[in-house]
């Protein structure tokens, strides 16, 4: 069994990251791009700075994870397509 991610971790990384290193930072760019000049690093980080984010502790993450994205259908959140055997 695959080792489970350490979300905190993970969302840390994003936060910290900029538009050549984090998903997240070039699609929040990409978001404010539209709204005038093109975003700084500033610019990204003050808007991910406003977000909130709640922890709930759960039996099976995965299943809530999946029930969440199917019924809020997350701007940022993109499913990579699973690898072929």
Known sequence: MGQIPNLRDQLRQHLTGNRG???LHDQV???LDRCGPAASAADIASWLGRCIVRWRESENPAADEAALVAALKPRFNQQLPKPRP
């Open 29 to 31: 760019g990409q978001l």
């Open 21 to 23: 290193s984090s998903v």
